[in-house]
């Protein structure tokens, strides 16, 4: 069974643009949660997503925003890049129902310059 | 809302010592705790997992935790360390409720020395 797919893996951004990336779950999982990681601040939940849904929010600015195709792919946007936004983006998925374990993808380095 | 405290950020033991990375949460509710394992440029991998059907819980790779209600912990252990468990050892906590809200900890590094 192929795992959690992130694309792309690396990418280097200006400040002031914007990024999309990428996420496959795992077939049959329909809950998809995106989490930010860098040194300082370690894993911040960024949302969730359930059935084309945002069904959780983390306390991000309004630039970060996802979306849930009906395949349960998903993508999240961040606009406006500062150079705070460095980080590793990572996806992750999981079965519907709660205490689910949650799956993670290898992540999506991000280096704004 | 839940937290999660992860007592020393960085841990050394010696190859064929007992590894012990120490967890704390907090939560209203019964939680849903988990042990994550992240190595260099890599996702974070599944170590175990407790839902209450146990309290001590086993993991992969020799790893296994202990939930304690009463100290509100869920240390986790291995009686003799591997030079491939050098890695970023995460606990998370579930928010239980609606959906796959996860809260970590800021994680401890585990370095074996040989």
């Known amino acids: 069974k192929a795992g959690v797919t992130q694309t792309p893996r690396y990418l280097i951004k200006t400040r002031g643009q914007q990024v999309t990336l990428s996420c496959s779950p795992i077939?049959?999982?329909?809950?998809v949660s995106w989490y930010q990681q860098t040194p300082g601040q370690g894993l911040q939940f960024l949302f969730e997503?359930?059935?084309?849904?945002?069904?959780n929010k983390g306390n991000f600015p309004g630039r970060f925003s996802g979306r849930q195709f009906s395949n349960s792919r998903s993508e999240m946007n961040v606009s406006t890049l500062e150079l705070g936004d460095s980080a590793l983006y990572l996806c992750?998925?999981?079965?519907?129902?709660?205490?689910?374990?949650?799956?993670f993808g290898e992540g999506s380095w991000l280096t704004v310059v | 809302a839940q937290s999660v405290t992860q007592l020393g950020s960085h841990v050394s033991v010696s190859e064929g010592a007992l590894v012990l990375l120490r967890c704390n949460y907090s939560?209203?509710?019964?939680?849903?705790l988990f042990w994550y394992v992240q190595y260099p440029n890599q996702g974070l991998q599944l170590l175990l997992k407790?839902?209450?059907?146990?309290?001590l819980v086993k993991g992969i790779n020799g790893f296994e935790a202990e939930f304690k209600k009463s100290e509100t912990s869920f240390h986790l252990t291995k009686p003799s360390a591997h030079m491939s468990d050098a890695a970023e050892y995460f606990c998370?906590?579930?928010?239980?409720?609606?959906?796959?809200?996860?809260?970590f900890g800021t994680g401890t590094s585990l370095t074996v020395i040989p």
């Open positions: 992750a998925s999981s079965l519907e129902g709660t205490g689910n374990t949650i799956y």
């Open positions: 077939s049959g999982h329909r809950s």
């Open positions: 997503y359930f059935s084309e849904t945002q069904r």
């Open positions: 939560s209203s509710v019964p939680p849903y």
């Open positions: 407790y839902t209450s059907a146990a309290t």
């Open positions: 998370a906590v579930s928010e239980g409720r609606t959906g796959n809200q996860f809260y």
